[in-house]
């Protein structure tokens, strides 16, 4: 029998969906010969994104990634949600191991013409997964204290990194969705800001990786969010512009990842 994760809403341990290997039709390009090495599942996701100066993005990125651009202007992502099913390939998941919540700030970049995302930073509760991945994946990790509930059909979240000595960095905010589920369309900057199949990222001495992962199409929904605080970006020197963000919304996602890979 699968175990509910207490204080995480919904979901449960072990029951990750293996049929989306089969699904690949969409995938800008044909998944790894290798082995992949770890599932995860997405829960309760807000997309919330905000067209930003490209310039500014570019001064952040490191110069081996090219800034992915649509229509001329780049795109800051704040991305809340939590996650089971948190093990790698023929590890069962275990609670409080492999459930937890994340929040990730996330821009989008490239090398040719294989796109993907670059993350500024990535909060999670669990200091054990925060360890691994600075360590394994050079990925911007950071503890925190955090809370994903929801109430009355809205998702409450809340966030605040203890991180000794990194930037402060806090979000309060309730989310929920307001339409059907309609996944994007090649073409559409939905499908733009969210269909991506890898990450990029360097390591301290500043080699290049990439990293591949795989899941279904996201079966988006247009979403309305209230944000309480928001400082997420603020850490990274980034001011948000008063523009209200895009938002959208997805239940949930199961996904495959791969080893990190040196270009």
């Not at 500014?56 to 939590?82: C, K, M, Q, T, Y």
């Not at 994340?102 to 999670?124: H, K, P, Q």
């Not at 990222?201 to 079966?219: M, N, Q």
Request: with cysteine.
């Amino acid at each position: 029998m699968a175990a509910t994760i207490p204080g995480l809403t919904g979901g449960h341990m072990n029951d990750f969906n293996r049929d989306i290997l089969k699904e690949t039709a969409h995938r800008p390009w044909p998944m790894p010969d290798s082995p992949w090495l770890m599932t995860q599942t997405w829960h309760d996701l807000l997309f919330a994104h905000w067209a930003v100066d490209a310039g500014v993005v570019r001064a952040l990125v490191p110069s081996a990634f090219a800034i992915d651009l649509f229509e001329g202007r780049a795109w800051i992502g704040v991305v809340p949600f939590r996650m089971t099913n948190v093990a790698p390939r023929a590890v069962p998941a275990l609670p409080w191991i492999s459930a937890f919540p994340e929040l990730n700030v996330r821009t989008y970049v490239r090398i040719g013409d294989r796109t993907g995302v670059y993350f500024f930073s990535l909060d999670a509760s669990n200091p054990v997964a925060v360890g691994v991945a600075r360590l394994l994946v050079h990925l911007p990790y950071f503890t925190a204290s955090m809370t994903c509930v929801e109430r009355n059909g809205w998702i409450h979240y809340h966030s605040d990194r203890t991180s000794g000595g990194a930037p402060p960095a806090r979000l309060a905010a309730k989310y929920r969705p307001i339409d059907r589920v309609q996944p994007p369309a090649p073409g559409t900057l939905d499908h733009f800001l969210t269909e991506r199949y890898c990450l990029f990222t360097t390591d301290r001495g500043g080699v290049a990786y990439t990293l591949d992962i795989h899941h279904p199409p996201w079966p988006l929904q247009p979403a309305e969010a209230i944000f309480e605080v928001n400082t997420m970006t603020e850490a990274n020197g980034i001011s948000l512009p008063a523009a209200p963000p895009l938002l959208h919304f997805s239940k949930r996602q199961d996904m495959v990842a791969w080893g990190l890979r040196r270009l």
